[in-house]
Structures are given as structure tokens and as C-alpha cells.
């Protein structure tokens, strides 16, 4: 049974960064590709950023990029989402979910099989 954990989350004013870490429990880490979402109140869930299993391909949200970085560190069997020049519409709850499918990336939240139970990001103007 895969176990996701994130952390990270926190209150933040407006041009300050966080560094969100999500680690994986109860399977082989490097057989899943890695994901971030995000979900604001009566919002849907939103697709943030994705890795490939060994780290070596990346896919960002427009909202995204220039401002986030995924990365993971297969040794740890954790994946960061790090995030700076946060806006107050980057408020949210953080999911990381884990996917066996490595290519293409996957951006929608039904091709991800396992859910950590989210941290929230609070951005204030």
C-alpha cells in the first residue's frame, strides 16, 4: 500500500517562497512518477507541476512556470515542489499523488493512483 505524506505548507506574504516535500511510503519509489495539484475553495483540482521516475523530464502548469521547481530524490523516496514569487492566487491545498505511468506526463487528476492528504498554502497580499 503506497503511503503519501506532504509537508511544507504554511502562510507566506505575497514574493516569499515555500518548499512543499512529499514522501512515499509502502512501495518502490522510482517506479512512480510524481505529481503536484492544487485545490481552492469551490475550486476543482488543478494540475501544478509533474517529474518522470528518474527525474529527468519535468511538465509545468502555466501557472507554474518561471516560479516552481520539481525535483525528487529517488534515495529519500520524496518529491519537493519548491515555490517562489507566490501570489495570493497560488492559495490552496497541495496534493502530491503518484502515477505508474511515466510518459507522456500526466496532468489530469484521474491518471494519478495514489493521493497524500494535502498541506495547505496560504499567500497573503
Known amino acids: 500500500q503506497v503511503r503519501l505524506v506532504e509537508s511544507g505548507g504554511g502562510s507566506v506574504q505575497a514574493g516569499g517562497s515555500l518548499r512543499l516535500s512529499c514522501a512515499m511510503s509502502?512501495?518502490?519509489?522510482?517506479?512512480?512518477?510524481m505529481g503536484w495539484f492544487r485545490q481552492a475553495p469551490g475550486k476543482e483540482r488543478d494540475f501544478v507541476a509533474a517529474i518522470s521516475m528518474n527525474g529527468g523530464r519535468t511538465y509545468y502548469a502555466d501557472s507554474a512556470k518561471g516560479r516552481f521547481t520539481i525535483s525528487r530524490d529517488n534515495a529519500k523516496k520524496t518529491v519537493y515542489l519548491q515555490m517562489n514569487s507566490l501570489k495570493p492566487e497560488d492559495t490552496a491545498v497541495y496534493y502530491c499523488?503518484?502515477?505508474?505511468?511515466?510518459?507522456?506526463?500526466?496532468?489530469?487528476?484521474?491518471?494519478?493512483?495514489?493521493w497524500g492528504q494535502g498541506t495547505q498554502v496560504t499567500v497573503s497580499s
Open positions: 499523488a503518484a502515477t505508474s505511468r511515466d510518459w507522456p506526463l500526466q496532468d489530469y487528476p484521474s491518471d494519478y493512483d495514489y
Open positions: 509502502g512501495r518502490t519509489f522510482s517506479t512512480y512518477a
